[in-house]
C-alpha cells in the first residue's frame, strides 16, 4: 500500500524564521510530488510541485526532493502568520492516476 | 478557487435523504475527481474521471455515485448515507491524469448526515 507520511504537528516557528516541513513516502515508483497548503475551513491550494531530484525555488518556497531516500521537504522563508496553515504532501508515480496524501502538518507562525 | 466551483457549499442531510454534490471546472481540464476529507484522516480519493470516463473507483460504496456527463461537470449523486459519511467533500480538476499534471480543487461541500 502506498504511504506518505507527515508528522501532524503542530510545528510553531516564530515570524521571520524558516519553517521546514518534512514528508516520507513508501512508494519507490512515486515521481511526482505536490505540496498543497490548507486553511482552516478551506480547500487545498497548490503551492508548488516538484518531479526531480534537488531543489525547487518559488519565492519564499523551495521543495526539496531526494528519491534515494524517499523524502520531499518543504522549506517557507521568512515565514509570516498568514502562512499559518496545514500543509499536504502528495505523491503520485507516473503511470498512476491516483495522487497519495499524507495526513498533512500544521503550521503555526507566531508574531 | 474559480477555476472549480461547487455547489452546494453545505448541505444537511437525513439518512433517507437523496442529494446531488455539483461540481464545474472552467479550466479546460480532461480529468476531474470527487475526495472526502474526515476530521483527522487523510484526504481520500473517491472516483477519477477522464474525458468523461471512470477510471478509478476507489472502494466507495454504493450509497455514492458518481457522474460525468462531460468533461467540465462532475455530481456525486447521494442516497442513504451514514453518520460517518460527514465530511468535506472536494472536486478537483486536471488537465489529464497520471504523471506530473497538477490538481486544483474546489471549494469544496461541508456535509452533515443527521
Known amino acids: 500500500q502506498k504511504e506518505v507520511e507527515q508528522n501532524s504537528g503542530p510545528l510553531s516557528v516564530p515570524e521571520g524564521a524558516i519553517a521546514s516541513l518534512n514528508c516520507t513516502y513508501s512508494d519507490r515508483g512515486s515521481q511526482s510530488f505536490f505540496w498543497y497548503r490548507q486553511y482552516s475551513g478551506k480547500s487545498p491550494e497548490l503551492i508548488m510541485s516538484i518531479y526531480s531530484n534537488g531543489d525547487k525555488e518559488d519565492g519564499r518556497f523551495t521543495a526539496q526532493l531526494n528519491k534515494a531516500s524517499q523524502y520531499v521537504s518543504l522549506l517557507i522563508r521568512d515565514s509570516q502568520p498568514s502562512d499559518s496553515a496545514t500543509y499536504l504532501c502528495a505523491g503520485r508515480d507516473n503511470a498512476g492516476n491516483m495522487l497519495t496524501f499524507g495526513g498533512g502538518t500544521r503550521l503555526m507562525v507566531k508574531p | 478557487e474559480t477555476g472549480v466551483t461547487q455547489t452546494p457549499r453545505h448541505l444537511v442531510m437525513g439518512m433517507t435523504n437523496k442529494k446531488s454534490l455539483k461540481c464545474e471546472q472552467h479550466?479546460?481540464?480532461?480529468?476531474m475527481y470527487w475526495y472526502k476529507q474526515s476530521a483527522k484522516k487523510p484526504l481520500e480519493l473517491m472516483f477519477v474521471?477522464?474525458?468523461?470516463?471512470?477510471?478509478e473507483n476507489n472502494s466507495v460504496p454504493s450509497r455514492f455515485s458518481p457522474e460525468c456527463p462531460n468533461s467540465s461537470h462532475l455530481f456525486l449523486h447521494l442516497h442513504t448515507l451514514q453518520p460517518e459519511d460527514s465530511a468535506l467533500y472536494l472536486c478537483?480538476?486536471?488537465?489529464?491524469?497520471?504523471?506530473?499534471?497538477?490538481?486544483?480543487f474546489g471549494p469544496g461541500t461541508r456535509l452533515t448526515v443527521t
Open positions: 479550466l479546460g481540464h480532461n480529468a
Open positions: 474521471y477522464s474525458l468523461e470516463e471512470r477510471v
Open positions: 478537483a480538476s486536471s488537465p489529464g491524469t497520471g504523471g506530473t499534471y497538477e490538481q486544483y
